[in-house]
Nanobody, 122 residues
Framework: QVQLVESGGGLVQAGGSLTLSCAAS????????LGWFRQAPGEEREFVAT????????YYADSVKGRFTISRDNAKNTQYLRMNSLKPEDTAVYYC???????????????WGRGIQVTVSS
């Protein structure tokens, strides 16, 4: 079993930056693809970004491409989501996830964090 815990969320003004972290425990993240998803109030959960377990390959939702950067540190068993140029529409609960392969589908991920709130004020 893998336990994932997000941190680094909070309130930020539009145009600002935040870095989310997702620390894993229970077993190593080596071999797992990692991802970030988000869910705004009244909306479906949506894909944000994913990274291959080696870290060379990444993929982003069009809505965040060029603004967000996903990364991982396998030695620390942690993944990150650097969010720049934040917009009010980025406001959501952000979830980290781990699974067998890179995917934009939430169903492809086996383990999930509990989520962390990110609020961007205008």
């Amino acid at each position: 079993q893998v336990q994932l815990v997000e941190s680094g969320g909070g309130l930020v003004q539009a145009g600002g930056s935040l870095t989310l972290s997702c620390a894993a425990s229970g077993r190593t993240l080596r071999g797992y693809a990692l991802g970030w998803f988000r869910q705004a109030p009244g909306e479906e959960r949506e894909f944000v970004a994913t990274i291959h377990w080696i870290g060379a390959n990444t993929y982003y939702a069009d809505s965040v491409k060029g603004r967000f950067t996903i990364s991982r540190d396998n030695a620390k068993n942690t993944q990150y989501l650097r969010m720049n140029s934040l917009k009010p529409e980025d406001t959501a609960v952000y979830y980290c996830a781990a699974g067998g392969s890179m995917s934009t589908m939430g169903s492809s991920y086996d383990y999930w964090g509990r989520g962390i709130q990110v609020t961007v004020s205008s």
